[in-house]
């Protein structure tokens, strides 16, 4: 074997041997660098005769091929050798409690959520649930809405086809038809969700939040009706006493309606619920209209009842001083670390909603 072979097979072994990438660098130089193996043997051919020359640099040159390939093979051996090292080495039990489990907050939207649906479950109303994304139908036509009402305008409404037969539910009132066309009556219950309208100011956002209420039994009347939303605006301010009242409104879908207004008055720059001579609008109500359960196929000589719409973002304003909405839904951290609640603090009416 020549020297040349000999020094090339050396490599080839010291390659082979190494066992990681810093070993497989200084071989590389080696062989490749301006000093190296492959340069001082293509130097060499200057001082052959000239018929030698062109069969050696033939032979360097497939050497430097046939090594450029070992290193590129090997090179990819190690990495993945080195991949699996490291995996073995960085396993992580996730299983182990948190250290610092305590950075995460609650938004206030979930946290009244959160509150509102633990006094309702105090007087028995149970969760339901309804799609974003809602059929024209169910959302309006069953709801007992005029073809030409104008919340069916395009102005207010987010169509998600062209022929307007689907769009985002502009409230959660389709859930309460949905809810009895599945089930029998009697029914007792609350559906918190997302709602949408095309409206964007410092007190609307194109998505907000609204909890639909919906009670139907036999003889239930406007006196459950006012009874049971006293009961829930005081636990929710906790507060003793409420100052309330119903203003006579309309809506397709309950007759008669009423519009809910609770009383203020501003102290140093802060509201006092419950009090005062100022009134705000909180939500809507009435008593379901017949063409509405006649829809979900509820014998409306029957059973009767009543439902409210809230709205859940107005609320968390107003208890928690909030004035701007559109600052719910920026997702600053700075914003939900001062506004937001501690994820261990779970709202119970008997230890207290908020503190
Ligand atoms: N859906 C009505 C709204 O969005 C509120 C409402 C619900 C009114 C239920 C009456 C009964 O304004």
Not at 265 to 285: A, H, M, Q, T, V
Request: glycine residues 6%; negative net charge; charged residues 30%.
């Amino acid at each position: 074997m020549s020297d040349f072979e000999k020094l090339k097979e050396n490599f080839k072994n010291k390659l082979d041997q190494a066992k990681n990438s810093k070993e497989v660098d200084t071989i590389r130089s080696e062989i490749f660098s301006k000093d190296g193996f492959i340069n001082s043997e293509f130097k060499k051919i200057g001082t052959l005769p000239e018929k030698d020359k062109k069969q050696i640099a033939t032979k360097i040159n497939s050497a430097k091929q046939e090594l450029t390939k070992l290193f590129n093979t090997k090179a990819l051996n190690l990495e993945d050798a080195e991949i699996d090292e490291r995996v073995k080495k960085e396993k992580e039990d996730v299983t182990l409690p948190e250290k610092d489990f305590r950075v995460g907050k609650i938004h206030p939207v979930s946290q009244v959520i959160d509150e509102i649906s633990s006094i309702f479950s105090e007087i028995g109303f149970s969760v339901e649930e309804g799609p974003d994304v809602e059929s024209e139908y169910y959302n309006f036509t069953a709801l007992n809405t005029p073809e030409n009402h104008p919340a069916k305008d395009m102005h207010d409404t987010f169509y998600i086809e062209e022929n307007m037969k689907t769009l985002l539910r502009t409230h959660t009132s389709p859930v309460q038809v949905r809810t009895m066309l599945k089930g029998k009556p009697p029914f007792k219950i609350i559906a918190p969700g997302r709602t949408y309208r095309s409206d964007s100011d410092q007190t609307h956002t194109p998505m907000f939040h609204q909890l639909e209420g919906l009670h139907i039994d036999e003889n239930i009347t406007m006196g459950h009706l006012k009874g049971c939303l006293n009961y829930f605006v005081k636990e929710f301010f906790e507060v003793e006493k409420i100052k309330m009242r119903f203003r006579p409104s309309h809506f397709p879908f309950t007759e008669p309606s009423a519009e809910v207004d609770i009383g203020y008055r501003i102290e140093k720059n802060k509201i006092i619920i419950g009090e005062g001579d100022k009134w705000l609008e909180i939500l809507g109500c009435g008593m379901v209209h017949p063409n509405v359960l006649k829809n979900s196929k509820i014998n409306s000589n029957k059973y009767q009842g009543f439902a409210f719409g809230i709205g859940i973002d107005r609320l968390a304003m107003l208890k928690y001083g909030i004035n701007d909405l559109r600052s719910f839904f920026e997702c600053d951290y700075r914003w939900l670390n001062y506004y937001g609640f501690d994820p261990l603090d779970v709202p119970t009416n008997y230890r207290g909603l908020s503190k």
